[in-house]
């Protein structure tokens, strides 16, 4: 099975701050990756799919990069709403598996 | 507008089984690959499996936890998928999540406890 391997774990900013998150594979996954926002009692929400390309409706403050092993979710200017929890997910081969979560917290 | 709406999570014994419905409105299930996945209370995603459309083989794929309890279907004309979840374990607690194969669009999520 693939690993997916996040970090940091949680992260405290502030609005208007650029946020970065990490995800690692442990082997390579190509462009095959996912970003999800997740906020408490709800479902999931895909903000970037095949690594880089931006899920129809979501703001453009949200971008991804990155292939092969190493990927990056960032948000350029952090809004009230997007304090959440964030999760990448590799649809490489199955079991598809997921990083274990990174929350955003206000600072 | 697709939705998807998940129902039948319940309290069931260890050892018991469940079936969870997944119905769909917007999207015809049989034309897509659909994936179910689970969220342990407080913990992380966790992909559970998923059927492929019929052209593509309408075969099944399950993580390695759940193969050989779970089974998912469709049913075409009532256009829903299915989780049949035999020998349930405790560890089986988590709120479902039916998915379409692009990951775009989630039902609302249905509530498992496995507890004596």
């Known amino acids: 099975d693939i690993q997916m391997t996040q970090s940091p774990s949680s992260l405290s900013a502030s609005v208007g701050d650029r946020v970065t998150i990490t995800c690692r594979a442990s082997?390579?996954?190509?462009?095959?990756l996912n970003w999800y926002q997740q906020k408490p009692g709800k479902a999931p929400k895909l903000l970037i799919y095949?690594?880089?390309s931006l899920q129809s409706g979501v703001p453009s403050r949200f971008s991804g990069s990155g292939s092969g092993t190493d990927f990056t979710l960032t948000i350029s200017s952090l809004q009230l709403e997007d304090f959440a929890t964030y999760y990448c997910?590799?649809?490489?081969?199955?079991?598809?598996?997921f990083g274990g979560g990174t929350k955003v917290e206000i600072k | 507008e697709v939705q998807l709406v998940e129902s039948g999570g319940d309290l069931v014994k260890p050892g018991g089984s469940l079936r969870l419905s997944c119905a769909a409105s917007?999207?015809?299930?049989?034309?897509?690959?659909m994936t179910w996945v689970r969220q342990a209370p407080g913990e992380g995603l966790e992909w559970v499996g998923r059927?492929?459309?019929?052209?593509?083989?309408?075969?099944?794929d399950y993580a390695a936890p759940v193969r050989g309890r779970f089974t998912i279907s469709r049913e075409d004309s009532k256009n829903t998928l299915y989780l049949q979840m035999d020998s349930l374990k405790t560890e089986d607690t988590a709120v479902y999540y039916c998915?379409?194969?692009?990951?775009?669009?989630w039902g609302q999520g249905t509530l498992v406890t496995v507890s004596s």
């Open positions: 998915t379409t194969e692009g990951f775009d669009y």
């Open positions: 917007g999207i015809t299930v049989s034309n897509v690959w």
């Open positions: 059927i492929k459309t019929k052209i593509d083989g309408g075969t099944t």
């Open positions: 082997q390579s996954i190509s462009s095959n």
């Open positions: 095949a690594a880089s």
């Open positions: 997910q590799q649809t490489y081969s199955t079991p598809l598996t």
